[in-house]
Each structure stands twice: as structure tokens, then as C-alpha cells.
């Protein structure tokens, strides 16, 4: 049998403690999942309120006089179903607001960061890791701290879960975050004359991998790799694409209680009772003739927003409704609002994430509309695949990689589970909308898809054997 890791998962959100996005499912119900394959995780956070308020009985297993600028303590304890560390530095994380809507995020997160790099040196004796994973910007200098402090030190992985945010910070000192000033190169931390987080990690961990397949091909070309794809292609043969999970504890529509009616693949008339209770909550009309459709995103660009937007008269035209949960952009906020306005009972707008909204959408939508322009992986439709209501999905990153498209082959073979269109344009977009209601008005193939859709496994047990590999890799590998 295969000798039990240690892992140390150092990440500025998780899952139930502190969420923006998809990092923080990820870095949440990854670790149960990795216990299964004999790798024992501790998870690594910030000492931000909410934090710091579920370990209010936490001891401290480390005392810094001063880092970076006042004194800080490492806390370990147990929360959200979580084995944490966290970084309690008030002049650096006692704060309201966002977790990044901050201007020294620079000397935040490098704080964050060397401490992670002092727990994988061993500076608590009860947890030295293995392997220390890293996500995103937000921790990319943990490798680079343990590569330039020298001597014995773990193995080290870093995840990308969006290569769009880089922490790149220009006028920023090696001094100031206490790099040697041999660390400044091509192959270190610098990068376009700045200091990039995400580079140093991508530079100088052992092992990156990034949330899909697709997506690791994607960055690793001019046109998806945002000025770091020369970087990926030169570490190529340490690069993987994993897929990503979801907790099919948390989405279970079988025990969601955020649920009108929970219910199972082979019981799927509940759905209705569902459909009834979304169109009560958000102000729609009780016409169960007309499909529904879900937008459960931040209101961005990158998520085709304004494509739906775009498109709308083609669900109007097509007898559909529109149920959206999301805020973001403040143009696109407003542009929902008002298209609410203009097709009351037809659309409906929720500004803002609430998460009982967002289960119920999910079991009680007909189709799940996810037109991003990339997409590192996606959860929101993994988490319509498992509740019946099919993916409408652009064809890129892990949403080519998770949602099989209805076409008359993969229909007839029973595969099939949503509706993919490429490239991501308004007219193609408004082609995959036809399909969609095309397939509505067939009710035994539309609830065909939709039991293929929920016999999908969108567990993390493939994904958890996958990066347990890396890990022994990366060891091994040294």
C-alpha cells in the first residue's frame, strides 16, 4: 500500500470559511476526496473575520514578532469540515470587504504566502508536508520561497484555476518581500519588468496543473495564454489538466434542502414541483409550457454575458423564460435589471449570489445557459448535470470537456447531455438556443438527455486519484 502524503493546500478561499468563485468549492471539497487516496491535507488560509471567528478556540502553533509589517500568529484548528492553518495578521487581513478589494494585496499575499513556505519547511512539527499545492496568484510565491531559501524542502504543485488573474505588480522590491535579489530573472519572479505571482509559481514549482484538459491546451497557446503560454510550452512536460469536481454531498438533489422538492435520476416528476417554486420565488409566470432557462454566473465578459443579453429575443421569440442569479459587471447588472423591466413574467433578475437561490435554479430550471468565452473548468454546469437540467455551453475549456453536445449522433447513441456551440459568437449562440427548444418540443428525448445528464459522474473520486498521482510524482520526480 502506498505510504499516507502529507499535503499542506495553501489558498486564499475555501469553502464554507470564505468564497468568491470556483476556488473555493475546489479547494473545500478537494480534500475529503484526496483522503481516499491515502493523502492526508491540511488546508492553508488567510485570518480573514469569518475565518478567524470559526477557529475562535484555535491555539496557536506559531508566533511571528513582526511579518511584514506587524505581528501575526499561525492558528491550526478544525472548521467547515476543514484541518486548517490560518494566518492570523490583523494589519493584513482584519478587514471587511472582498478578500482582494484591497491595494496592498502585494505585501498581503507574499505575508500569506511566506508563511505557507515556513509550515512546508517544517516550523510545525505536528504537520511537515510532503508536498505543498498551491492555488492561483494569490499563493505563487510559496514555490519561489522554497526554491530560493535553499536546503531540504517539500515537493511543490501549483494549480491554475483562472490564468487571467496573474498578480502582476509593477514597482514592487524584492527587498520588500524578502527574495534575494538573484530571484529577479527570466526564470524567477520577474516578469515584463514587474514582479508576477503566478509566473514565479508557474516558473518554479515542480508540478503545475490547471483545472481541465482543454484548458491546459488552451493556455498553452498564444491566443489563451494571456503573455505566459512561452512560459507553459518551455514546462510542458510538468503540466496536466485535471478535471474538476463538485461536493456531490453539498449538490445531491436527492438531500438539497434548498430544494421545493428533492428527487432522484430515476424520479426526476419532483423537477416540477421545483419549476413551480423558482417561477414563485423570482416573479415569473406559472406557464408550464414554456421552458425555463438558468443563468447562475458573475456578470462578466469572460461569461458571454452579453450574449444573453444579445440573444434574448431568440428565448422570447422561442416561448422561454429567463431566470438569472449574478452580479458583476455594473453595465450588464443594469442591462438584466432593465431587461427584467421590459418582459415581466418573462425574465427575472437577481442581482447579487445567494446560495439556496442557486440550488433551487439548478433543480428547478429546464436548461442551464453557460455561453463563457473560456472557461478553465466550470462547476455550474457540472452541478446542472446533476440535477436534470441541461447545459447550453460554449465548446471551450472544461465545458468542452464535461458536457457531451446533442447532436443526432450522440443522441441516438444515448451519450448526449446539453447543447455545445463554437466559436463563441451571438449567431452561434442563438443556434444553440434553437437547438435547446428544439429538443423541448420533443418531451421523451428531452427527458432522455436528462436522465444521460445525471448519470454523469461529477464526483471528485477520478480527479482526487489524478492529483494524488501528481503529488507522488512531484516526490519522486525531484
Known sequence: MAKTLRVLSVASEAFPLAKTGGLGDVVGALPAALLREGVVVRTMLPGYPAVMAALASASAVHVYDSLFGGPARLLAGQAGGLDLFALDAPHLFARTGGPYDHADNALRFAAFSRAAADVGKGIVAEFVPDVVHAHDWQTGLVPAYLHYDGGPRPATVITVHNLAFQGRFDGLTLDTIGLPWHAWGIDGVEYYGAIGYLKAGLALADRITTVSPTYAAEISTPE???????????????????????????????????????????????????????????????????????????????????????????????????????????????????????????????????????????????????????????????????????????????????????????????????????????????????????????????????????????????????????????????
Open 224 to 478: 489563451g495564454g494571456m503573455g505566459l503560454d512561452g512560459l507553459l510550452r518551455h514546462r510542458a512536460s510538468v503540466l496536466s489538466g485535471i478535471l474538476n469536481g463538485i461536493d456531490d454531498a453539498v449538490w445531491n438533489p436527492a438531500t438539497d434542502r434548498h430544494l421545493a422538492a428533492r428527487f432522484e435520476a430515476g424520479h426526476r416528476a419532483a423537477r416540477v414541483a421545483n419549476r413551480v417554486a423558482l417561477r414563485a420565488r423570482m416573479g415569473l409566470d406559472a406557464t408550464p409550457e414554456a421552458p425555463l432557462f438558468g443563468v447562475v454566473s458573475r456578470l462578466t465578459w469572460q461569461k458571454g454575458m452579453d450574449l444573453v443579453l444579445a440573444e434574448l429575443a431568440e428565448l422570447m421569440d422561442g416561448g422561454a423564460q429567463l431566470a438569472v442569479l449574478g452580479s458583476g459587471d455594473a453595465g450588464l447588472e443594469a442591462a438584466f435589471v432593465d431587461a427584467a423591466r421590459r418582459h415581466p413574467g418573462r425574465v427575472a433578475m437577481h442581482v447579487g449570489y445567494d446560495e439556496g437561490l442557486a440550488h433551487l435554479i439548478q433543480g428547478g430550471a429546464d436548461a442551464i445557459v453557460v455561453p463563457s468565452r473560456f472557461e478553465p473548468c466550470g462547476l455550474t454546469q457540472m452541478c446542472a448535470l446533476r440535477y436534470g437540467a441541461l447545459p447550453v455551453v460554449a465548446h471551450v475549456g472544461g465545458l468542452a470537456d464535461t458536457v457531451v453536445d446533442a447532436n443526432d449522433a450522440a443522441v441516438a447513441s444515448g451519450v448526449a447531455t446539453g447543447v455545445q456551440f463554437f466559436p463563441v459568437t451571438g449567431e452561434q449562440f442563438a443556434f444553440a438556443i434553437r437547438r435547446t427548444l428544439s429538443l423541448w418540443q420533443d418531451p421523451a428525448r428531452w427527458r432522455r438527455l436528462q436522465a444521460r445528464a445525471m448519470a454523469t459522474d461529477v464526483s471528485w473520486q477520478h480527479s482526487a486519484q489524478q492529483y494524488a498521482r501528481v503529488y507522488r510524482e512531484s516526490m519522486a520526480n525531484r
